[in-house]
């Protein structure tokens, strides 16, 4: 060898070691992350485990509300200056609208969202759904043969008062559910009104009334698969049924806050639940899987195959409060 081309090789290996030892280290996330969610806590628990087995340097502070209060504490935080939490999980895509608007969320696009569909993420960045899950009607299998439970969101009417469906005034998936069903012309608000004719009981939340169907105490709900098969898999005698005019699909959106002050583990903490091996762990929690390249739980549709109705969550946003006051016309 040249010992010119020898030395021109030492100089450039050593100019890249220079170059490898002066570029910035990239810090381990650490500290204290504070994480606002809605999601059960049996649920979401075992994934901020997870996460904190993969980042031993940070602490997963979780704060747990039902969606509605989570909402008003979102907002009362707002109004005082700032929004504590790093990142947000809820069931309400309406709230991810609203904060997005007044500027609450920060736009972070995770390197994993390329497999998951759009319909399930802000087209700006904002926000991008971390689960999808459906409601639909749950039954007792103890007290209701598979071939006379209500194969329809009308059927489901004919219960009366041994039918139960939780409150949208402190459940967001059933606030999402009253969206769906007054904005479809075969539903609407005549549903509501006839639901409340009959008798149809209404409880606080969507825990409420999986414990309800379980016990007996109600025959039939509208009920959210990822808890009826959590029940089932339990041992629970449920099971749960599409309803032929569809399910209320809701995309569980999670984001970073503007005011996050640990920006670095808020990004891994949402990459991580984006990430293919955090959607695996919540196929096994019977959560349909956001990515489209991860399989959904037996008998359940991948996040693109699933049947549902409309729900425009612009109009949801705008017109919450006149929904909710509606809903408590009709059954005080």
């Known amino acids: 060898m040249d010992r010119r081309h020898g030395n021109t ?59 509605v209060e989570l909402e008003q504490r979102l907002w009362a935080e707002a109004e005082a200056g700032r929004v504590r939490a790093d990142v947000v999980w809820a069931a309400n895509p309406a709230l991810f609208i609203l904060m997005k608007e007044r500027g609450l969320l920060a736009r972070y696009e995770s390197p994993h969202a390329a497999a998951v569909p759009d319909w399930l993420k802000d087209p700006d960045g904002y926000y991008i759904a971390g689960r999808v899950f459906t409601m639909g009607i749950g039954y007792n299998t103890r007290l209701v043969r598979p071939e006379d439970a209500p194969k329809s969101w009308k059927e489901f ?82 099971a749960f049924i599409a309803p032929e005019e569809g399910v209320v699909a809701v995309a569980s959106p999670l984001a970073i ?40 739980p037996p008998g359940l ?7 549902a109705l409309d729900v425009d969550y612009n109009w949801m946003a705008e017109v919450g409060p006149e929904l909710r006051e509606r809903f408590t016309e009709i059954f005080e």
């Open 9 to 67: 090789i030492k100089l450039g290996l050593a100019a890249l070691l220079v170059a490898i030892l002066a570029a910035p280290v990239l810090a381990e996330p650490s500290g204290t992350l504070h994480f606002y969610t809605s999601m059960q806590l049996d649920a979401v628990d075992p994934l901020v485990k997870q996460f904190e087995r993969l980042y031993p340097g940070v602490t997963v502070d979780v704060l747990y509300s039902g969606s």
């Open 157 to 238: 009417l004919k219960w009366g008062p041994r039918a139960a469906m939780a409150s949208p005034l402190h459940s967001g998936t059933s606030f999402t559910a009253l969206a769906a069903f007054v904005s479809n012309p075969d539903l609407g608000w005549a549903w509501f009104e006839e639901a409340s004719r009959r008798g149809v009981q209404v409880l606080r939340g969507t825990g409420d009334v999986s414990r309800a169907l379980t016990s007996g105490e109600f025959p039939v709900i509208k009920g959210v698969d990822y808890v009826i098969a959590n029940l089932a898999a339990e041992g629970a005698p449920v």
């Open 257 to 296: 806050t503007a005011s996050s002050q640990n920006r670095e583990a808020a990004e891994a903490f949402l990459d991580y639940i984006i990430s293919r091996e955090g959607q695996q762990f919540l196929v096994t929690q019977f959560f349909i899987p956001v990515r489209i390249d991860v399989s959904p």
């Open 301 to 307: 549709p991948t996040a693109d195959q699933i049947k």
